[in-house]
């Protein structure tokens, strides 16, 4: 079996959720966000080492809602002030893992479901750079231009990405030395960019939702609800 590390990002400061505190520390069915999503990749991958990335001005709360909910926190790192950023700031300190993870913090939805054929698909061949879940778009998308016109585009080719994103650590690494560019918004784009281009696209879930607006919390425990009864 491959060494594998899951980097979970959680050092953003949620400015688009309007609560007094980032998005992933808040409630969730009783505790913070971040702890489900963290116990939902123990339960898939038992074997992989977690490291957990957040700002170290959130290092206290962090420490005390582990004490106050006597939960285990992964080895932490500090974040930076891009998602990028941070996802470098744990791959500098990484070890050798063969396959590296990286998971938004504000997806705690995430099931073996996803993670299976995620890791099938990294582990399955050598030529393949990473792997990603994706799934089809519902809305109708139009492209807007610089001048304020739009035009419809063809949903039925558009996939929407998520996380996890599974990568060849080797690759991942090499990706990450390179510079910040403002076109990166996931760790694929990273990696394409630095010419690791045999992305797969695996089996996403609409289950797996971003936590970014307040009623997203509301949708995320009826979910709960839904998958375990209580
Ligand atoms: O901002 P966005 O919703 O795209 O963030 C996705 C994930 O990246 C979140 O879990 C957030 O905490 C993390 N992030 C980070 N460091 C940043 C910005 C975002 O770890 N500087």
């Known amino acids: 079996m491959a060494s594998v590390n899951v980097i979970i990002v959680a050092a953003g400061s949620g400015l688009r ?54 939960f285990q ?51 399955s061949d050598n030529s393949v750079d990473g792997a990603i879940p994706a799934v089809p778009v519902t809305d109708s998308l139009r492209i807007v231009k610089e001048d304020g016109t739009s035009s419809s585009i063809d949903r039925n080719i558009m996939r929407a990405v998520q996380t996890p994103q599974a990568f060849k650590g080797d690759r991942l ?29 695996t089996e996403g879930s609409h289950d797996n939702i971003k936590i970014t607006n307040p009623g997203d919390i509301a949708v995320a425990e009826i979910l709960i609800k839904e998958r375990t009864g209580k």
């Open 17 to 70: 959720f309007g609560a007094p505190l980032p998005k992933q520390f808040c409630n969730l069915n009783g505790r913070p966000v971040v702890m489900a999503t963290i116990e939902a990749l123990r339960s898939s991958l038992p074997e992989a080492r977690l490291t957990l990335v957040i700002n170290p001005d959130m290092e206290d709360l962090w420490l005390d809602l582990c004490s106050k909910h006597n």
């Open 73 to 123: 926190s992964p080895e932490i790192t500090h974040g930076g002030a891009t998602r990028w950023e941070s996802v470098r700031n744990a791959i500098i300190k990484s070890d050798e893992a063969e396959i590296i993870l990286v998971h938004d913090a504000v997806r705690p939805m995430i099931s073996d479901k996803i993670i299976k054929p995620l890791m099938s698909a990294i582990t």
């Open 173 to 201: 690494r090499k990706a990450y030395s390179l510079p910040y560019r403002r076109e990166f918004t996931d760790d694929a784009s990273v990696m394409e960019s630095a010419g690791f281009s045999h992305i797969v696209l």
